[in-house]
């Protein structure tokens, strides 16, 4: 009679701990409220123009469409029209943004010694361009304005250059908190993200209209601006510096690949005497989630890189995925694969911070176990008897 | 014989498999690249005078300027005065919020304001003019122009106490629309300015006073405004980010806040563009006690103001989304430990095919002394 009224007992606790566990985790899983997931890069894609390779085979010619401007609507007055021409307010806000970058983003690091007056520094690039062809920019056009925009610049054991990962390379760079990019200097913050292209014709000097981006004569012309500041960015940079690859690019692209900004115009400028000289590089190799995995550290570029790197006397270190990315890539792809798993870490982890305990039915399981190892040997024992 | 020479083969291929997987382990292993925790929402400071607790105001000196150096001009000191270039500043960030992020233009228009208007209409009402005299209909002029035809619809994000982790999450827009990212709001959003009558540039560029004794409103006259204004025009669901961490004694949810004073008491109840449903995020910060959770005390009682109001109400405790974010932010935290060990691990299997445990050359092993035993007990 006994041990059927204790059973009974336990039946009814474990059932009562089975209920409340699956009530509070309902709770949690019925939450309607739709959240969106975090994008944790501002922007995803830098808009220099690509560089296209050199070749000596004559490109086929296309024709140029010199926009008429005189029949154009300006269209920087009034509505806004969408248009792939110098942006509008052009001035105005790289004016804005140099009074920005020296008094309100990084006022510490302003003193009497360094200030830049923000009207001089953007007159010397407006006389780089204004009323001035497009096509006729090479690259020494802008030695002027990356001469006073970073005079006097060190960036030293923490400079951090890309290639193929500029969304994941900004986030963890942190606006120059942690790391310090190329878009993190007063030069080329005062630009990013803008469009320019200078035209004789106009009134204004600038085409708002359209801007080329395919110079059939002159392949230097794109890269003035990007190229010349990559180029005198890597000669700022001092000690150990990083950089950032892309182990998981499409369509065959390597990590590590001629005809890019890193390889052309960051790489060969490294300092390797003196002072100010690189002693290190840190290569990044980083594999998107729920992306194939192409290369790896010590593989095929990556391989070429290291050479050329030790063979220059720098001293050489690669790492894949980095677990501060990798909290990074999946801020940006919360629905891929490889980061469930945290994902479901991290959820226990602050329930336990929240409730004492995880959601989990672990506990009334291994009770219903020893319930049912009871209940077996109760019938084993009475059919014995 | 046969037998023999099977297990010499097994053998040397068990060898093998363990040699490259002991490699591959200490080469992950020495690794020395140092590098940084990451630092999410580092690039965010939330500058706004916070309101000021009634009486027993501290008697603020004001200095006497005539003597001091405009820091602006050659010598720059960092003060606590109005941002040297704030013209320059607002009018860069105007044509920029207005040609570049379009994605965050919240009304119906393609018309572009005028952004030397706007300028004006917010200068006319601080230049020259004493900073303590500034009510709460100071800025209506400029609010009204900057905030013209925009309603924000399912978007708006509201915080309290998480200033930091809500930008993150908002994404300057891309995700939710904070208040900060209005034109209205950007244009000024972690710059400082106080007018002044008797400067020669009608700001006073040394030191700003934050504490007006006798009109407790001059600090609130743009925050508060602006507060109010975003308040009334957002509509449908919004989100409000509480801090259920907070060490400095205040509760989660507390009268004088922005959002108590100028946000919950202004949104819309009625009409197309009201309110429906308010969405309350309460996170927890790694590393810190629980103060309040969803249900507890001053939430309890926010809870009642809303549907008191007539909103819809929900609340959840460290949504998913966010938890990552926090641990990006706090990236040595003992509730981060797992999580970056199980990122770590789906990033060794992705990579290296396994990750980096010997278990398959071991249940090989396994097999293969199995497999001499049973040779032995066979002979």
């Not at chain 1, 002027?144 to 390379?169: C, E, K, P, Q």
Request: with cysteine; proline share 3%.
């Amino acid at each position: 009679m006994y041990p059927y009224v204790l059973l009974v007992l336990f039946v009814l606790l474990l059932a009562e701990i089975s209920i409340k566990n699956l009530a509070t985790a309902k709770e949690q899983n019925s939450n309607d409220i739709h959240l969106e997931a975090p994008h944790l890069s501002d922007r995803t894609e830098s808009n220099r123009p690509p560089i296209k390779p050199s070749t000596n085979v004559p490109q086929k010619k296309i024709k140029q469409k010199i926009s008429n401007t005189k029949n154009k609507i300006n269209p920087c007055k009034g509505t806004y029209v969408r248009t792939n021409g110098t942006t509008c307010g052009l001035k105005e806000i790289m004016i804005g943004r140099c009074y920005e970058y020296q008094f309100v983003k990084y006022p510490s690091a302003t003193n009497q010694h360094n200030i830049k007056n923000c009207t001089a520094l953007y007159e010397t690039f407006e006389s780089a361009v204004r009323y001035k062809s497009h096509c006729n920019m090479n690259m020494s056009t802008y030695k002027d304005y990356f001469d006073l925009a970073l005079a006097g610049v060190h960036v030293i054991n923490r400079a951090m250059f890309w290639s193929g990962t500029y969304a994941v390379t900004h986030a963890y760079s942190g606006s120059g908190l942690n790391y310090i990019t190329l878009e993190d200097t007063l030069a080329a913050a005062m630009v990013n993200g803008l469009v320019w292209c200078g035209n004789e014709n106009h009134t204004e000097g600038f085409d708002f209209n359209s801007c080329p981006n395919n110079c059939k004569d002159n392949r230097w012309a794109d890269l003035a601006f990007w190229g010349l500041a990559s180029k005198t960015f890597a000669q700022l940079a001092a000690g150990e510096i990083f950089v950032i690859l892309n182990g998981s690019q499409l369509h065959g692209r390597s990590a590590f690949r001629n005809n890019s900004y890193f390889s052309d115009f960051e790489l060969p400028n490294f300092r390797r005497h003196g002072e100010y000289r690189v002693t290190k590089i840190n290569a990044l190799v980083l594999h998107s989630p729920d992306e194939k995995v192409m290369e790896r550290c010590g593989e095929k570029s990556l391989r070429l890189l290291e050479d050329l790197i030790t063979n220059n006397g720098f001293e050489y270190a690669c790492k894949d995925d980095p677990e501060e990315l990798i909290l990074i890539m999946c801020g940006n792809q919360w629905e891929a694969r490889e980061c469930q798993i945290a994902r479901r870490v991290l959820r226990q982890a602050w329930d336990t911070k929240l409730y004492g305990t995880s959601n989990s039915n672990q506990k009334s399981l291994s009770l219903l176990m020893i319930f049912y190892f009871f209940l077996i040997k109760i019938v084993v024992f009475n059919n014995k008897v | 014989m046969f037998y023999h020479q099977l297990y010499l083969v097994l053998l040397l291929v068990l060898v093998t498999i363990n040699i490259n997987s002991l490699a591959l382990t200490i080469d992950q292993k020495s690794n020395t690249v140092h590098l940084e925790a990451p630092n999410l929402s580092g690039q965010y400071h939330n500058n706004r005078p916070s309101l000021p607790f009634s009486s027993n105001v501290n008697k603020i000196e004001l200095i006497s300027k005539a003597d001091i150096i405009n820091p602006c001009n050659g010598t720059f000191m960092k003060t606590n005065g109005t941002t040297c270039g704030l013209k320059e500043i607002m009018l860069g960030r105007c044509y920029q919020y207005q040609y570049i992020q379009r994605g965050l233009y919240l009304s119906n228009t393609t018309a572009v304001k005028n952004c030397t208007e706007l300028y004006e209409l917010f200068e006319s009402e601080v230049r020259f003019k004493p900073y303590c005299n500034m009510n709460m209909s100071t800025y209506e002029k400029y609010f009204q122009r900057a905030l013209e035809g925009v309603h924000v619809i399912n978007r708006a994000i509201f915080w309290s106490g998480t200033y930091a982790i809500t930008h993150t999450y908002s994404g300057h827009g891309h995700n939710y629309i904070t208040l900060e990212d209005t034109l209205a709001a950007n244009m000024l959003d972690g710059l400082m300015w106080c007018g002044k009558e008797n400067d020669p540039q009608g700001f006073d560029y040394v030191s700003c006073p934050n504490n007006c004794q006798d009109n407790r409103w001059a600090d609130l006259a743009f925050w508060g405004l602006a507060s109010k204004t975003f308040a009334e025009r957002v509509a449908g669901e919004i989100y409000v980010v509480l801090n259920g961490s907070r060490t400095d004694g205040r509760p989660s949810y507390r009268n004088g806040s922005y959002f108590a004073e100028f946000e919950l008491p202004n949104f819309q109840r009625t009409g197309p563009y009201r309110v429906t449903k308010i969405n309350i995020l309460v996170l927890h910060t790694p590393d810190l006690p629980v103060v309040e959770r969803c249900g507890d005390k001053s939430i309890i009682h926010l809870e009642h103001l809303i549907r008191d109001a007539q909103f819809e109400y929900i609340c959840i405790d460290d949504p998913d989304e966010l938890l990552l974010i926090m641990c990006g932010d706090s990236w040595g935290a003992r509730e981060c430990e797992v999580a970056r060990t199980a990122l770590r691990r789906a990033w060794d299997l992705k990579v290296l095919g396994k990750s980096n445990a010997n278990y398959y050359p071991l249940s090989l092993l396994l097999l293969f002394f199995t497999g001499i035993f049973r040779q032995m007990l066979s002979n």
